[in-house]
């Protein structure tokens, strides 16, 4: 295997100073469900090279540094010459999908102990679905709720004064009991945080060892229900993602003993952070390998002439979808890990369990269903030979003849009798044949796809059909082609290296970081003076943040947002704020806003009430985002091809499409630009595969990217 150098948007700098920095060598490393990707780019020359390895999900720190000793042999580099670690993690992620909240206290105002029981009266997906629908288990059971005296009103008043004697009194329960985990949310502390910074210091005193989350430093936001849960969900993952990071620090100082190479970590938010930094917002990391994702194939897209695009990420163990419009991805603050609701910024994504090691199985009706239960890397598919004892969509590209006998350029050979001899028992079960019964998974899993695709367009009032999509991950462009059908997209763009997009998209990214304060105020009666003093101080913590992550004060640049609604709505709109002007924030700026959320209102539900004095526009929340600019190397085109494809012929092979086809087998690197290639085909590389349907083609673009294309609209395949 050899480095591979191919035209990439951008780097990052983790550690964000110029003045800290060491070597040339900047490392991107995503650890997915079943391979960890690396990507290296070399500062002086841009040249890219990419690289995976098997996850170990039993200590995800392995598969980094495994990675990230491969991507230095690969390029023929040493650890002295790493500039900057980048890294998407799933372990807060994963912990939370599997439940693992372990042993949390919390503690709330008297009178408030059951504000996880009450959690909210929406019923998911809606009525039709749900007449059965039981909330979910309390994160903390109650008999772990500990209450204390004193509040505050919703404008930060103190109406009763803190009790210190029932906070000793709570905290000493926790230390007996060995739960060393707490997190505290009082009332209103989003307004006025002095009740809760108190609490702090009472569980300093009485039991230093505990590890303790306050929501008025988590989320500054009101909604108490979410603010409770958001708070327990970032107490709950950070005792794991604080060991996780000092481990991988620890074994980095190891690889090159004195010196610390500057490590970051991806946030759902779509920036990075800090590793030092980010143990302490652990909460932020929940989507990090995903929104690294998106990042990269948005950038790719819009330098490819695509700005507004529709992306599915596939792994080994689910797809990620989203869409992208103007070049950026859509963020939300509405979004949940697992059963948990976590109010935090974040890339808006929908997951479906439709990877490649997602199991093929049966219900007790004899009905075929795929996912959302996955083989992962351990065992893995059939195919893989380590104790997998049941069918996957690896297998069934197999079996059809759609992948190669291998994965990663051979270094992983498949066993395509097992793969056969596991479809085929499913396949008598069912009475059909064997090329049927994987015909039937893949179907299955390309329609979970579209599906998940639907909700980030069409649910929210988008044309999917005006959205050409990029796949990408190692399954990511398996199913292209008949996505493209079901969809009825125009084009399908499928990036150079598309397993590794991810890990490009951490080299990609700014450092970002997200401060909101609740002020709800009527438009009418908005006093400007009091949110000029909102606004100051959420900038002040954005820069000194963005200070201590090494910028210099003349790199900064800052976003300021506003949640807005009409009175007596439930739910806000996210609105863009203009550029406050030398004179600071006055009326015009303030109707600026306004109207621009009159105008997203209407883009978002059909209809405002602009003009309409009886419907009055209501500020709830103030936004600031503090960003550390990353440089960006210029993107490169590729040769352009001789439009003969022949040099770039692998071999010829049987591949089951809508039936068995002799079918030429490519090798993309041998590709140019203004190539062509026409389905029955299959375009393989070091860590993916792209079968081209019949009645498709696949076009190189300047850039290396295949766009692949129906040859005629609208016919079923």
């Known amino acids: 295997m050899e480095a591979t150098t191919v035209p990439t948007p951008g780097s990052a700098d983790a550690a964000g100073s110029a003045g800290r920095r060491q070597g040339h060598i900047r490392i991107g490393v995503d650890t997915g469900g079943t391979f960890t990707d690396i990507v290296a780019v070399d500062t002086r020359t841009g040249d890219v090279a990419t690289t995976k390895t098997p996850s170990t999900p039993a200590d995800p720190a392995d598969g980094f540094l495994t990675g990230v000793r491969k991507i230095l042999r690969l390029i023929d580099a040493v650890p002295a010459d790493v500039e900057s670690i980048s890294h998407g993690t799933t372990v807060a992620t994963n912990q939370l999908l599997e439940g693992k909240v372990g042993d949390i206290g919390f503690i709330a105002n008297d009178g408030y102990e059951f504000v996880l029981e009450i959690a909210r ?65 009082l009332l209103h502390s989003y307004a006025n945080d002095a009740h809760e910074l108190a609490m702090l210091e009472v569980i300093r005193d009485e039991y230093p060892e505990a590890v303790v989350s306050l929501s008025s430093q988590v989320l500054r936001e009101y909604r108490e229900y979410e603010r409770s849960m958001t708070t327990l969900v970032d107490a709950s993952v950070k005792p794991k993602v604080a060991a996780y990071v000092s481990g991988i620090a620890a074994e980095l100082e190891k690889l090159d003993p004195g010196r610390v190479i500057p490590f970051s970590i991806m946030r759902s938010n779509g920036g990075v952070l800090s590793a030092a930094e980010v143990v302490h917002q652990p909460i932020t990391t929940v989507l990090s390998g995903p929104a690294a994702g998106a990042l990269g194939a948005a950038l790719i897209a819009a330098n ?27 963020l939300t603050t509405e979004g949940s890990v697992g059963a948990y609701p976590s109010k935090i910024p974040m890339i808006d994504l929908v997951t479906v369990g439709a990877g490649g090691g997602s199991i093929a199985w049966l219900t007790a009706e004899k ?33 059809l003849g759609r992948i190669p006998a291998h994965l990663l350029g051979g270094e992983i050979g498949l ?63 398996l199913l292209a082609c008949r996505l493209i059908d079901i969809l009825g997209l125009p084009a399908v763009l499928v990036p150079p290296n598309p397993g590794n997009v991810s890990a490009y998209g951490l080299l990609t990214v700014d450092v970002r970081n997200d401060y909101v304060q609740t002020s ?93 004095d009886a419907q009055q526009v209501e500020w709830v929340n103030l936004r600031v985002t503090g960003i550390g600019p990353i440089p960006r190397p210029e993107i490169r085109r590729i040769a352009e091809g001789t439009g003969d494809t022949a040099g770039a012929l692998i071999e010829e092979r049987q591949v089951h499409f809508d039936g068995w086809h002799p079918t030429r087998v490519y090798d993309r690197a041998r590709l140019g630009a203004g190539d062509r290639i026409e389905g029955p085909a299959v375009i393989q590389e070091f860590g993916s595969t792209v079968p081209i349907h019949p009645g498709f083609h696949a076009v190189v673009d300047p850039f290396g990217n295949l766009v692949l294309t129906p040859d005629t609209q609208g016919v079923m395949r």
């Open 304 to 330: 490819a002439g695509y700005p507004s695009v529709v992306t599915c990420d596939g792994g080994g163990t689910s797809s990620d979808v989203t869409v992208v419009q103007n070049g950026r991805p859509s």
């Open 367 to 399: 009905a075929l269903k795929v996912g959302p239960r996955s083989a992962g890397a351990d065992p893995g598919p059939l195919c893989y030979r380590k104790g997998g004892t049941e069918p996957t969509i690896t297998d069934a590209h197999l079996v």
């Open 121 to 185: 009266q929406s019923v998911p997906d809606g009525y039709g679905n749900s007449y059965f629908w039981v909330k979910p288990d309390r994160i903390v059971p109650a008999e772990r709720v500990r209450t204390v005296g004193g509040r505050m009103d919703f404008r930060g008043n103190e109406v009763r004064p803190f009790d210190t004697a029932s906070a000793r009194a709570a905290v000493r329960w926790f230390r007996d009991h060995g739960i060393s985990t707490i997190g505290v949310c």
């Open 415 to 477: 066993d395509a009798d097992s793969a056969r001899a596991g479809i085929g028992s499913l396949a008598a079960e069912l009475g059909l044949d064997e090329a049927a019964c994987a015909t039937g998974i893949l179907e299955i899993s390309a329609w979970n796809q579209a599906n998940a695709l639907r909700q980030v367009t069409v649910k929210r009032g988008l044309d999917i059909r005006d959205f050409p999509m990029v796949t990408f991950g190692g399954s990511g462009s």
């Open 520 to 612: 709800v105020a009527r438009h009418q009666d908005l006093d400007l003076a009091e949110v000029a003093r909102i606004r100051s101080t959420l900038h002040e913590q954005a820069r000194t943040a963005l200070l201590r992550e090494g910028f210099a004060e003349a790199d900064h640049r800052f976003e300021i947002t506003a949640d807005l609604r009409y009175f007596g709505q439930a739910f806000e709109v996210r609105v863009q704020c203009p550029p406050i002007a030398s004179d600071g924030i006055d009326q015009d700026w303030a109707e600026a806003v306004a109207d621009s959320f009159h105008d997203g209102h209407r883009a978002l539900y059909g209809y405002d009430f602009r003009g309409n």
